[in-house]
């Protein structure tokens, strides 16, 4: 007698305890409250991401084009400096030098043209004189023909002479050259950005020109070369507005426009860039050749728009089942489990036949199906209907605080806000999470190697090193 009674006993006080757990299932279900955003009026922009560097518009490399040693300079670092005006200056001497003995050799081929022009006026009269002398038959034939090559070489060597005459003022002409090019001025207006040589330094031009400075045009118009990638680089076109940063200004904005997209792509590591030129104003002179620019080309702007945060478009009440189901109650806490199979509560969603609780879902229920989305991933905008855009679901809080489904057609986004284009009022309260003790937590995806609540996984000890 005292076993049974005992049994009996024990079965009450279990059937008292499971039916104390599900009233404070229900309990708890019923207290669940939501973190929810009312829709507001913003601005928004969609932009493509970018490093680049800052750079002068026109910047010139000044060489020499001659060997010798730096004798002056006259500008230095963020020198400003004119076209025409005299930088620094190379010791003439030895080109003065070599100037003076092209003159001389000049002069000397100069004399040589006069003594070979007499040489040919001789020679011309006494080859006239043997022609009269040959006509009378007073001197032999071979005379004659000594005078005639006598005369047809002092042409001759007239003749070269005229061209060692020209030879030698071609050298002049070169030393003088030379001797100005000891002299090194500014081609172009502009600022020092860099000064690589000293006084009394050796510069030696025999195969390429030394580079002593370098001028940028004008700082105050710069550009940035920005590498945009090739997933992005259709997006982008010339004349699109762009705001950057650099680390020397991080609480300010500067402003640029796209001038140029580059066709010539660049491959680093299998990644392919595309060189994009950003035209930029640099009025303060702020800016600085070198920086480094944190990009954000503007794709779509949009001013004093409906929006929501991106955060309501991944929530999914626990319980909620697509298929015509409907949102209903789940028996574990909220946010303790989502999806754990295929077509999962967490699962894309598109719209079903018809509007939530008429035709394509039972009675109560929300009349939507599942469309291809793995278990537990963020749903997925579906193609947008009625009148372009994408599309997705969005649960708003009705008058009860309970979360309604409803679909929306969405526009652009900036990663924190979408643009509502239709589908919601201002002020409605769209659903972005679950209350709980620690703030709004947010219902999604499970992030990938978080430990599973599900008792008959199989659970592994990490072995210690």
Known sequence: MVRPRASRIILAAAAVAVVAVVLA????????????????????????????????????????QVSGTIQSLYADFNSVVHKGQ?????????????????????????????????????????????????????????????????????????????AAVNQAQANVNQA??????????APIDGVVI?????????VAASFTAPVLFVIANDLKHMQVNASIDEADIGRVRSGQGVTFRVDAYPDQTFR???????????????????????SVDNDDGKLMPG?????????????????????????????????????????APPGAGAGAGAGGPRAAIAPGAGAPGAGGGRPGGGGFRRTGGQPG??????????GGGRSSLVFVLDDKGQPQPVRVRLGISDGQYVEVKDGLAEGARAVVGVEGEAGARPSGPRPSGSPSNNPFSPQFQRRQR
């Not at 003088?176 to 001025?185: G, N, Q, S, W």
């Not at 690589?196 to 330094?201: C, E, H, K, R, T």
């Not at 620019?293 to 909620?320: C, H, M, W, Y």
């Open 86 to 162: 005299v930088i620094a200056r190379l010791d003439p001497s030895s080109f003065q030098a070599r100037l003076g003995q092209s003159q001389a050799s000049l002069i000397a081929a100069r004399a040589n043209v006069e003594r070979s022009r007499a040489e040919v006026d001789d020679a011309h009269q006494k080859l006239g004189r043997a022609k009269e002398l040959a006509a009378q038959k007073l001197i032999p034939q071979s005379d004659l023909d000594t005078a005639q090559a006598t005369y047809d070489g002092a042409v001759a060597q007239h003749k070269a002479n005229q």
């Open 176 to 185: 003088k050259v030379d001797l100005d090019h000891t002299i090194i001025t």
């Open 377 to 386: 991933a963020p749903p997925t905008a579906a193609a947008g209907a009625g």
């Open 291 to 331: 920086m480094t620019a944190t990009v954000s080309v503007i794709v779509q702007k949009a001013d004093n728009v409906l929006r929501i945060p991106a955060a309501a478009l991944r929530f999914r009440p626990e319980g909620f089942e697509p298929g015509g189901r409907g949102a209903r109650p789940s028996a």
């Open 194 to 202: 860099a000064r690589n040589v000293d006084v009394g330094q050796t």
């Open 25 to 64: 299932f229900r309990s708890h279900d019923h207290d669940v409250k939501y973190a929810a955003v009312p829709v507001e009026r913003g601005d928004l922009m969609d932009v493509v991401g970018a490093t680049g560097t800052l750079q002068a518009v026109i910047t010139v490399q000044v060489g020499s």
């Open 256 to 278: 640029g426009r796209v001038d140029q997209v580059r066709l010539q792509p660049t491959t680093v590591q299998n990644v392919v860039t595309y060189n994009t030129i950003i």
